[in-house]
């Protein structure tokens, strides 16, 4: 599980995060949902340390993450995998060495358990017969599966996922939402993902937290949200006439 | 004031990337391949241009020297000091940082605006020494052997050209190069290349890490890189000469 308390960011006088306090549950897909430029990615990147809070504090399963070391923190990011925006796989390596690189860092395996290792992630997102290629020479859903395996590679209790599923077509967007769900259900991993797509959230929101200019403004389950009076929530999933039409009919 | 800000940056950068290696292997590893991006690549343009400003300079020493009060080994002389203070050192210097280190600010740039930079810290590896420490060794390990071909090349230039175009012969081009040869200035020289392979790798290196934005940005990275390489290369150049050569 992971908490964040009153958690606030400013960039420059521009407050982009105020008071965020909520928890991620283990083995649940955690979606932070919310319009572009609201915050969802400057929230994700604070939880990493990637940006360092103003304010609050931040617990994987109790550990106080604001008030560690960088040495304390880079032991824990060996349990944090992490999906981004465009995949960010490492383009001038191949597939198969994307998904080793954190083995042939962290790891003191031999090469023969490296591949093993490889080959185990890259069956779990369903890539066969790719292994030589360089990203540039795959497909954007490919990408987004490799990057889940390399997430994978090192067996993380934590996953982070920014909008895993941004620049795909709707049925390979489910495909991956659902792949995450599964990794995350049978791994038992605490998993976050940013989206602002209500597909995901109806395929596999079991927690959601919608954020609104940088503030917490509900939270809840897939199926809570249909029936949500909040205005501004509303507001972003009814932008969507399609979600319109759902909420008259149930 | 945004000036005093890069500067601080910029060493700050260095401390990162002067940190301690966490996997001497893959460093190494790493070390070998821009080795290869970085130095061998850039062979075959540095004959290229020797060959060239080897014959063209032979051609104009002979020129301005075909006063008959000169020594005709004035001319040979003339092309061997010009290469081995100036040309094979600075110029080429000028000339590599539109190649390497335009080369260095987009790959590290467009790593950065496309998260891989990120990706990397989020491993826990350190991202600054892991991409640019095995660049800075590169470049400043391959420079002066780059500094000695491009030596070696534009007096060939000069060998071929100025006999073929008839403005001197052979042997009084020969005896004019190893006229009067002052071994230090190649001592000198490769000191400086020293300096300017750590200032190609190191200073667009800098404007790649800390880009922001997305492709446009990097392009404009790239060319705010190479001029502020050339210009420092060139006040870098001042003071070592005023330092060493006077
Ligand atoms: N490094 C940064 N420096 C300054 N402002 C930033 C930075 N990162 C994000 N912001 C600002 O924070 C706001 C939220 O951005 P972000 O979290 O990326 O939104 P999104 O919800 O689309 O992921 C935006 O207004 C953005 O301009
Ligand atoms: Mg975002």
Redesign the interface.
């Known amino acids: 599980m992971i908490e964040t308390r009153n958690i606030s960011k400013s960039f420059g006088g521009q407050q982009v995060l105020k008071n965020v306090t909520t928890a991620f549950q283990k083995g649940k897909t955690n979606l932070i949902i919310g319009r572009s430029g609201s915050g969802k990615t400057v929230l994700l990147?604070c939880i990493?340390g990637?940006h360092e809070v103003d304010e609050g504090e931040i617990f994987y399963d109790g550990r106080d993450f604001t008030k560690m070391n960088e040495k304390s923190?880079?032991?824990l990011?060996?349990e944090?995998g992490?999906v981004?925006?465009?995949g960010?796989?490492?383009?001038s390596l191949t597939v198969e060495e994307n998904v080793q690189?954190?083995l042939?860092?962290?790891t003191t395996q031999t090469p023969k358990e490296k591949e093993e290792r490889v080959n185990f992630c890259l069956e779990h997102v369903n890539i066969s017969n790719a292994n030589n290629l360089y990203p540039s020479e795959i497909s954007g859903g490919m990408q987004k599966r490799v990057a889940i395996a390399r997430a994978i590679a090192l067996n993380p209790r934590y996953l982070f996922c920014d909008e895993p599923n941004s620049g795909l077509d709707p049925e390979t967007a489910t495909v991956i939402d659902k792949l995450i769900q599964e990794i995350t259900k049978e791994f038992n991993i605490t998993t976050i993902i940013n989206t602002h797509d209500m597909n995901s959230v109806i395929e596999i929101g079991e927690s959601v937290l919608f954020i609104s200019n940088g503030e917490k403004c509900w939270e809840g389950t897939k199926d809570e949200i249909l029936k949500t009076n909040n205005k501004t929530l509303n507001e972003f999933i009814f932008a969507n006439k399609l979600y319109a039409k759902l909420k008259e009919s149930s | 004031m945004k000036f005093l800000y890069n500067i601080g940056r910029y060493f700050a950068m260095l401390g990162k990337v002067f940190s301690k290696p966490e996997k001497t292997r893959l460093y190494i590893r790493q070390l070998f391949y821009e080795i290869e991006s970085l130095g061998i690549d850039s062979v075959g343009i540095i004959i290229v241009l020797s060959l060239f400003v080897g014959g063209i300079m032979t051609i104009q020493y002979a020129y301005s020297m075909s006063n008959p009060i000169y020594p005709v080994e004035l001319i040979g002389l003339g092309t061997r000091d010009t290469l081995l203070l100036e040309f094979s050192s600075t110029i080429m210097a000028l000339i590599m940082a539109g190649k390497i280190g335009s080369n260095i600010t987009s790959e590290i740039g467009s790593m950065k605006v496309t998260e891989q930079i990120d990706s990397l810290e989020i491993m826990g590896v350190n991202s600054a020494s892991y991409l640019i420490l095995p660049k800075i060794i590169a470049v400043v390990f391959i420079f002066p052997f780059l500094y000695v071909l491009s030596v070696f090349f534009g007096l060939i230039g000069g060998l071929i050209t100025g006999p073929a175009v008839g403005v001197i012969t052979m042997p009084d081009y020969i005896s004019g190069i190893i006229w009067l040869f002052e071994p230090y200035y190649v001592t000198f020289s490769i000191i400086k290349s020293l300096f300017f392979g750590f200032i190609i790798a190191s200073v667009p290196a800098y404007f790649g890490y800390y880009v922001q934005g997305g492709a446009l940005e990097v392009g404009k990275a790239s060319t705010k890189a190479v001029v502020n390489t050339n210009i420092l290369i060139l006040l870098t150049d001042l003071i070592l000469t005023r330092l060493l050569l006077t």
């Open positions: 990147k990493l990637l923190r880079k032991k990011r060996q944090i992490m981004f925006q465009g960010a796989l490492f383009d690189f954190p042939d860092f962290f």
